[in-house]
Nanobody
Framework: QVQLVESGGDLVQAGGSLRLSCAAS????????MGWYRQGPGKAREWVAS???????NYADSVKGRFIISRDNAKNTMYLQMNSLKPEDTAVYYC???????????????WGQGTQVTVSS
């Protein structure tokens, strides 16, 4: 059973930095796109950033220039470096990945359990 395990959420002051990680916990044939969503208190879930298997990245305008998404394909792990954090970045951050578990399967979307990021003013 594939699981995405997130870590790195914490309480941080405005202007600070955090690094989130998302690791796939089982043997996997291939991971295509990986990315992050977030959901702040009383807000709809918002897409944050994504990265393809060859390293191409995209960012939401709200985080562009402050967040950096990266991945280590050998470790089936993705990272989100968050700099210059603002109180409005406060949210539960969820990772997702399009995963092919073996040669014969289709790609399927998997989600992490979420990690809380709180930015104090």
């Amino acid at each position: 059973q594939v699981q995405l395990v997130e870590s790195g959420g914490d309480l941080v002051q405005a202007g600070g930095s955090l690094r989130l990680s998302c690791a796939a916990s089982a043997s996997i044939f291939s991971i295509n796109v990986m990315g992050w969503y977030r959901q702040g208190p009383g807000k709809a879930r918002e897409w944050v950033a994504s990265i393809t298997i060859d390293g191409s990245t995209n960012y939401a305008d709200s985080v562009k220039g402050r967040f950096i998404i990266s991945r280590d394909n050998a470790k089936n792990t993705m990272y989100l470096q968050m700099n210059s954090l603002k109180p409005e970045d406060t949210a539960v951050y969820y990772c997702y990945a399009f995963i092919k578990i073996n040669f014969y399967s289709d790609y399927k979307t998997y989600w992490g359990q979420g990690t809380q990021v709180t930015v104090s003013s």
